[in-house]
């Protein structure tokens, strides 16, 4: 195996891999309780976890007054920002602290004032993906909780730094996952519990293209756009190698084919094409061990962004966990990564 990084924290990950094959507790969730102890390290490679030699590293403990309203600012206003902006109105106890915009005559504040201001809690960055992880690190570095769109960074070395400064900094990193709060994305997975082990399946989306994605300078490496899909398969069926992979991308179109080969057993064909005007929808057919599965979602946003506000509070308040899995997210990060 070939071995992409070696330290990452186990506290940061929340779950441990064990078993081979078709073992459906391959995927085990740990990390609760852990927020006054010190993590065990383990081993991150390619399409596989093993467990190492552990050592101690300090664990955050930060917590705020449950009873006062967070002091949240906003940077960056397009679509995510605007439904972030909504869901501060809906969710209880957040308080908006200023906006951070390009847009004329929308901008209240600065991201200079923001970080220099101590009366701000935390920022949520909606911005375009290549500034992520710098406005990210910037706020931690001042003291900020930080709640960051997808992706978090382009390369697994800098997702894993910036988790490591927010326990440094006794912050919350949290990432905006809200596919993975989807009903349709829990039914799914509950399902495929019940079937057990998967053997052989494709998932696929089609979605809008619009010509700025094709520019790296916003949208970074452009195979990362399919890291939100990719990281649900992986949340359902655990970490994976890629066999082979096929990508082309520009103003008009984007394509990427992957064969996933996933630790746990299964292979799964993994297609996202987008064009312009194309209609969001997404569908997966796979045979699994108990039978086969047929998933045709429908397209669901309503009131996802309020329900990530109000799980990033709930971590901001008591440490709690997050609902995505850290370590599936550095594993689709450094997948993406090697084939950009």
């Not at 080969?261 to 057919?285: Q, S």
Request: with cysteine.
């Amino acid at each position: 195996m070939k071995v992409v990084r070696q330290e990452f924290y186990h506290r940061l990950v929340g779950a441990s891999f064990v078993g081979r094959g078709r073992d459906r507790d391959a995927i085990r969730p740990v990390g609760k309780h852990l927020h006054s102890r010190a993590a065990r390290v383990g081993f991150y490679g390619d399409g596989d976890f093993q467990t190492g030699s552990p050592f101690e590293f300090p664990l955050a403990n930060q917590s705020v007054d449950d009873t006062r309203k967070i002091r949240l600012a906003l940077c960056g206003l397009g679509s995510a920002g605007r439904s972030r902006m909504k869901a501060i109105e809906a969710v209880q106890g957040f308080e908006r602290a200023g906006i951070i915009s390009r847009r004329p005559g929308v901008g209240t504040s600065d991201w200079s004032h923001v970080l220099a201001d101590a009366t701000v809690d935390a920022v949520a960055i909606s911005t375009e993906n290549t500034l992520h992880a710098r406005l990210a690190r910037e706020a931690l570095e001042a003291g900020k909780h930080v709640l960051c769109d997808y992706p978090l960074a382009f390369s697994l070395a800098e997702a894993e730094s910036l988790l490591k400064l927010a326990v440094q900094k006794n912050r919350i990193l949290h990432v905006e996952h809200i596919g993975l709060l989807a009903s349709s994305h829990t039914l799914a997975a509950r399902e495929i519990v019940r079937l057990g082990g998967l053997n052989r399946g494709e998932y696929h989306f089609e979605g809008d293209w619009s010509g700025k994605w094709s520019n790296p300078d916003f949208a970074g490496p452009l195979p990362f756009i399919a890291y939100s899909r990719l990281l649900q398969v992986a949340e359902w069926f655990g970490p994976f190698a890629v066999a082979s992979s096929e990508f082309r991308a520009d103003a008009h179109e984007f394509f990427i084919h992957l064969r996933i080969h996933f630790t746990a057993g299964g292979t799964l064909d993994f297609f996202e094409v987008r064009k312009p005007n194309i209609d969001r929808k997404r569908w997966m057919e796979a045979s699994l061990d108990g039978g086969l599965l047929s998933w045709h979602p429908q397209y669901e946003s309503e009131g996802l962004f309020g329900k990530d506000l109000a799980r990033f509070r709930e971590r901001v308040v008591s440490n709690a966990d997050p609902y995505y899995r850290n370590n599936l997210m550095l594993h689709c990060l450094a997948v993406l990564e090697r084939i950009s």
